[in-house]
């Protein structure tokens, strides 16, 4: 889970984790949301948090 390293001002909305990112060429911050369970492997990026707290909040893990 490298990508983690990158995350700041991580929020957890149920197992789904936000986190900005930088992309260090473009200079865009993205705010990407990642499933924490290891089984569901989700993962996405978008231009506002509030995008990507819908995402996180509407998730339903592809195990159940
Ligand atoms: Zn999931």
């Known amino acids: 889970m ?3 390293d ?3 001002s991580i ?3 149920g197992p789904v984790q936000i986190g900005t990112t930088r992309n260090r060429r473009t200079g865009q911050t ?4 990642v499933c924490t369970n290891d ?3 989700w993962s996405a990026d978008y ?3 509030t995008a990507a707290q ?3 909040r509407t998730h339903r893990c ?3």
């Open 54 to 56: 819908l995402a996180a």
């Open 62 to 64: 592809r195990t159940h």
């Open 39 to 41: 089984d569901c492997g």
């Open 47 to 49: 231009a506002n948090r």
């Open 11 to 13: 929020q957890r909305i």
């Open 2 to 4: 490298a990508a983690r």
């Open 30 to 33: 993205r705010h990407a949301a």
């Open 6 to 8: 990158f995350f700041h």
